[in-house]
């Protein structure tokens, strides 16, 4: 689902990066390393950015000022330890990937974000009656452990037990919180434009273990 930047979520600008490193968790739950597509990842034709899967990646490409979220439809994880490498691209303005998680729908899910200015977000979307209301659980933040450089390898890690979730970057932690009323229990990833020219954002792999 591609969207474009609107004036009231400017705010919303952020990212990081740093060595990859593993899940936790005893058993692993799921992984994809995109080798090959796998067609329960939402990488449908979108007016704004275009995602393709393979060679090792899944690359979200919005078009400038624009964004797409991937939900993945073939498994999902109300509890889980998810790890979610990707590469910094090089911009001149700042951009923002995150992952998604206890998700229902483009409509109703949680987001951890990462900008390429080093700091980060958590974020809860829920759209009723055509109204998009994004509340705001933690806001921008300094991410010292964010490596910034073009080319590094970042990790987001989200631990989910029960209504409890925390964050981590590059296995330092960010901020824990609680999910409030009804939830669901889909993953994803998110890429978001420069203002100026379209941003490649490629993630290198998705491990969910138990955790």
Do not use: H
Request: proline share 5%; glycine share 10%.
């Amino acid at each position: 689902m591609a969207f474009r930047l609107v004036t009231s979520v400017l705010v919303m600008i952020a990212f990081a990066s740093g060595p990859a490193l593993a899940c936790k968790g005893r058993e692993v739950l799921f992984e994809d390393k995109f080798q090959e597509e796998d067609s329960a990842w939402d990488i449908s034709e979108s007016e704004g950015a275009a995602v393709t899967i393979g060679g090792g990646k899944l690359e979200i490409k919005p078009k400038e000022g624009w964004s797409r979220m991937v939900l993945y439809g073939g498994a999902t994880f109300r509890e889980g330890d998810i790890c979610v490498d990707y590469i910094m691209p090089e911009t001149k303005d700042p951009a923002v990937a995150g992952m998604l998680f206890w998700g229902a729908s483009y409509g109703s899910l949680f987001a951890f974000f990462v900008n390429t200015v080093g700091e980060a977000k958590i974020v809860r979307r829920q759209v009723a009656k055509d109204k998009v209301d994004t509340s705001t659980l933690t806001d921008w933040t300094a991410a010292p452990a964010v490596k910034k450089n073009p080319g590094a390898t970042n990790q987001l890690r989200v631990v989910l037990k029960g209504n409890s979730a925390s964050t981590f970057i590059n296995d330092r932690p960010f901020k824990n919180f609680k999910g409030v009323g009804s939830y669901g229990a889909q993953i994803g990833l998110f890429g978001w434009a420069e203002k100026t020219q379209p941003t490649p954002w490629q993630f290198t792999s998705v491990v969910v273990t138990q955790p």
